[in-house]
Nanobody, 125 residues
């Protein structure tokens, strides 16, 4: 089992920044690739970013590319999502998720075995 706890969400004005964190406990964190997804009211949950278990490879949705950076610290069992130049359309509940390393499919929810409870991000215009 892997337990994931997100933090760092909040209310921010458009153009501002937030850094989300996801702390993992349980089985070996470095055995998992990590992803961030988000779900806005009335919409389906969508992919935001992902990072390989080594941290070498990163993947982004077009909607956040150039504004967001995903990173991880395997020594601290934590993955981060730095979001800059936030827009009102970034408002959503953000979830982190873990999938076994080297299984591919980073962009889809399928294959992510463990999920956090989510943290709310609200961007005001």
């Amino acid at each position: 089992q892997v337990q994931l706890v997100e933090s760092g969400g909040g209310l921010v004005q458009a153009g501002g920044s937030l850094r989300l964190s996801c702390a993992a406990s349980g089985r070996t964190f470095s055995s998992y690739a990590m992803g961030w997804f988000r779900q806005a009211p009335g919409k389906e949950r969508e992919f935001v970013a992902a990072i390989s278990w080594t941290g070498v490879n990163t993947y982004y949705a077009d909607s956040v590319k150039g504004r967001s950076t995903i990173s991880r610290d395997n020594a601290k069992n934590t993955v981060f999502l730095q979001m800059n130049n936030l827009k009102p359309e970034d408002t959503a509940v953000y979830y982190c998720a873990a999938r076994p390393a080297n299984t591919g499919g980073y962009y889809t929810q399928t294959g992510y075995t463990y999920w956090g409870q989510g943290t709310q991000v609200t961007v005001s215009s």
